[in-house]
C-alpha cells in the first residue's frame, strides 16, 4: 500500500501543471526552498514566487543596487551620474531579464513601500541601458499604481506592456496636462481601467479623453465621480465594448458641481453599456437613460441641484421605463436640497423592475416604510438580496424613520434578504421578542445597517432580543452604524453614544443567537 501511495505521489509531483499549484499556494520562503531542490521545481518555483510583485524594487536591485541610484539628490554629481552608467553597462541583463518575464501582475504603493522609485532620470537612464525593448516587463497584465508623486505615469511607463489587461491608478497630485498622452497606443489590450483621485479632471481631462480613444477593448471602467466631463464622457462613449461605466465616491476639490454642468451627452453614446455610474442634475441623468436602449442592468445614479418630489418621481419613471431588466439600482439624493420626508409611495415606479435584487436610496431625511410597503416589495421583487432605503440622514430629521417593529414583515416578505438598510424611529418599541416561526425569521440575512439611527427607546436589551428572535439559526447578522461613503461629508451629528449603543445591541444579539442555537442542538439530538 505504501509503494502504492509513494508511486501515485512521485506521478502527481512529476506533472508541471499540479506542481504549479501546488507553489502557488505556498508562501514566498517556501517558494525559495522548493526552488533549490532540482532544476524543473526552480523554473516552476519561480514562475510562481515571481508572478505577482509588490513593488518594483526587487526588480530593478537585479541590475543595480547601488543606493546613490534611488536617491534623485544624487544625480546633481557627474562622478556619481558616471558610476551609475557604469553599473548598469556592466549589469548582467540576461540575468534581469530571465526574472522580468515571470512578471504578469506589479503592484506598488508609495506609502508601503521601504525605498523609493528612481527619479524619472533614472527611469529614463534604465530604458536606455536596457537591452530588450522599451519594455521591462513584457508579460504583465495587471498593474495597481499608488502614488502621491507627480510623475505617476513617468515612473510607470516601463513596466507597461502591451498585454496589459488591467490597470488601477490612485494618485493625489498630477504632473501635466499632457501626461496620459505618453500611454497613447501603449495600452491596446486594456479591459479594465480603474482611476481613484481628487485631482480636477479640467487638469488632465484631453490628455486622458485621447488616450482612452486607443483603448479600443476597454469594457469595464470606474472613475471619480466628478470626471464626467464632456470630453471624458466622448471619449469613454464611443468605446464599442464598453458595458460599464462606474463611478467612484470620492470627490474633487472645489465645487463638483460646476464640472458636472459643462456635460452634454451625444447621441449614439454607450451602445453597449451594461452597468452605469452617473455624476449629474437630474435633467442629463433622464436624457442618458433615455439613449440606453433598455440593456442597463446596474445603475448607479448622484444627483445634484435642485429637485422637487415631482422630479424624483419623474426620474424613477423613467429609470422604470428605460431600464426595464435592471438588477441593481443606487441612488444618492444626499446632496440635494432637503424637501421632505420620504415616503415609499415616491418610489412606487421601480417596483415595475421585476429583476431587481438590489436598491439603495441615500437621502437627507429618513423614508418612512409601512407593513403594506414591505408587502408590495416582496410581491414585485421576490429575488431581493440588498435593500437599503437612507439609514443615514442629516441630524434635522433623525428621530423619525420606520418603525423597528415592522421588520418581522419584512422578513416575511423578503425571505432572501442580506443586506437590510433602514433608519430606525427611536420613540417607536420593538415588537415582542421570543417568536421562532420560521417565515417570520431572516433566514439569509448577512448585514443589518442602522445608519444613523438611535437605539429605539434607548435601551439596546429588548431591541437585541427581538432582533434575535427574528434571526435564523446559524445567521449572526453584523449591526453597522455609521455615515455610508456616498456622502461627501457627514452632516448627521451622528454621536459616538449612539454607535455604542448599537454595539451593545448587537453583543445582545449574538448572545441570545448562541442560547437559541444551542437550545435548537439540544432538541434536535433527542
Not at 498593474?143 to 507627480?150: L, N, Q
Not at 423613467?318 to 432637503?338: G, H, M, S, W, Y
Not at 439596546?460 to 461627501?488: D, K, N, Q
Request: glycine share 6%.
Amino acid at each position: 500500500m505504501n509503494q502504492i501511495s509513494r508511486v501515485a505521489t512521485e506521478t502527481a509531483l512529476s506533472i508541471s501543471e499540479m506542481l504549479s499549484l501546488i507553489f502557488s499556494e505556498l508562501p514566498p520562503g517556501t517558494q525559495v526552498a522548493c526552488a533549490c531542490v532540482c532544476k524543473k521545481w526552480s523554473e516552476l518555483a519561480l514562475d510562481e514566487l515571481w508572478r505577482d510583485l509588490q513593488g518594483v524594487q526587487p526588480l530593478l536591485r537585479l541590475v543595480i543596487e547601488d543606493e546613490q541610484f534611488y536617491d534623485e539628490g544624487s544625480w546633481g554629481y557627474p562622478e556619481t551620474v558616471d558610476n551609475i552608467f557604469q553599473l548598469l553597462r556592466d549589469a548582467d541583463w540576461s540575468r534581469f531579464r530571465e526574472y522580468a518575464v515571470r512578471v504578469v501582475s506589479i503592484e506598488f504603493d508609495e506609502n508601503m513601500s521601504a525605498t523609493s522609485l528612481p527619479s524619472g532620470q533614472g527611469i529614463a537612464v534604465l530604458c536606455f541601458h536596457h537591452r530588450f525593448g522599451n519594455c521591462l516587463t513584457p508579460n504583465v497584465r495587471r498593474i495597481k499604481w499608488r502614488t502621491t508623486s507627480k510623475q505617476c505615469v513617468k515612473l510607470m511607463m516601463p513596466f507597461i506592456s502591451e498585454r496589459l489587461e488591467e490597470l488601477k491608478l490612485e494618485f493625489d497630485q498630477w504632473e501635466a496636462e499632457e501626461s496620459f498622452l505618453y500611454l497613447a497606443h501603449r495600452t491596446p489590450s486594456l479591459k479594465k481601467l480603474y482611476i481613484a483621485s481628487e485631482e480636477s479632471p479640467s487638469n488632465l481631462s484631453t490628455s486622458f479623453s485621447r488616450w482612452v480613444q486607443t483603448c479600443v477593448g476597454l469594457e469595464e471602467v470606474q472613475l471619480p465621480r466628478g470626471w464626467h466631463t464632456s470630453t471624458i464622457l466622448a471619449a469613454f462613449g464611443s468605446l464599442p465594448n464598453l458595458f460599464e461605466f462606474g463611478m467612484q465616491w470620492t470627490s474633487p476639490p472645489g465645487d463638483p458641481t460646476e464640472v458636472r454642468t459643462r456635460a452634454i451627452i451625444r447621441k449614439g453614446c454607450f451602445l453597449s453599456l451594461r452597468s452605469l455610474g452617473w455624476s449629474s442634475n437630474i435633467t442629463q441623468a433622464t436624457d442618458l437613460l433615455q439613449q440606453t436602449s433598455g440593456q442597463l442592468q446596474r445603475l448607479t445614479l448622484d444627483c445634484r441641484g435642485e429637485l422637487s418630489q415631482g422630479d424624483i418621481e419623474a426620474l424613477l419613471i423613467t429609470v422604470a421605463e428605460c431600464c426595464p431588466q435592471l438588477d441593481r439600482f443606487c441612488l444618492n439624493l444626499t446632496e440635494i436640497q432637503v424637501i421632505a420626508l420620504l415616503t415609499f409611495n415616491i418610489f412606487r415606479p421601480l417596483l415595475a423592475c421585476k429583476t431587481l435584487t438590489e436598491l439603495r436610496i441615500h437621502y437627507s431625511l429618513p423614508c418612512i416604510v409601512s407593513n403594506s410597503d414591505f408587502e408590495d416589495m416582496g410581491t414585485a421583487w421576490p429575488a431581493m438580496e440588498e435593500l437599503v432605503l437612507c439609514p443615514d440622514p442629516d441630524a434635522s430629521g433623525s428621530t423619525r424613520g420606520t418603525a423597528i417593529s415592522t421588520l418581522s414583515h419584512l422578513a416575511t416578505a423578503l425571505p432572501r434578504l442580506r443586506v437590510l438598510g433602514l433608519h430606525f424611529d427611536h420613540l417607536e418599541p420593538p415588537g415582542s421578542a421570543g417568536d421562532l416561526l420560521p417565515e417570520t425569521q431572516f433566514r439569509c440575512l448577512r448585514e443589518l445597517d442602522v445608519g444613523t439611527s438611535q437605539v429605539p427607546k434607548a435601551d439596546p436589551t429588548p431591541v437585541g432580543l427581538y432582533l434575535a428572535s427574528l434571526f435564523a439559526v446559524g445567521t449572526r447578522p453584523t449591526i453597522h452604524a455609521g455615515v455610508s461613503e456616498v456622502r461627501s461629508t457627514d452632516r448627521s451629528g451622528h454621536s459616538a453614544a449612539c454607535v455604542d449603543g448599537w454595539r451593545q445591541v448587537e453583543r445582545s444579539v449574538h448572545l441570545t443567537l448562541g442560547v437559541k442555537e444551542a437550545i435548537v442542538r439540544r432538541f434536535s439530538s433527542r
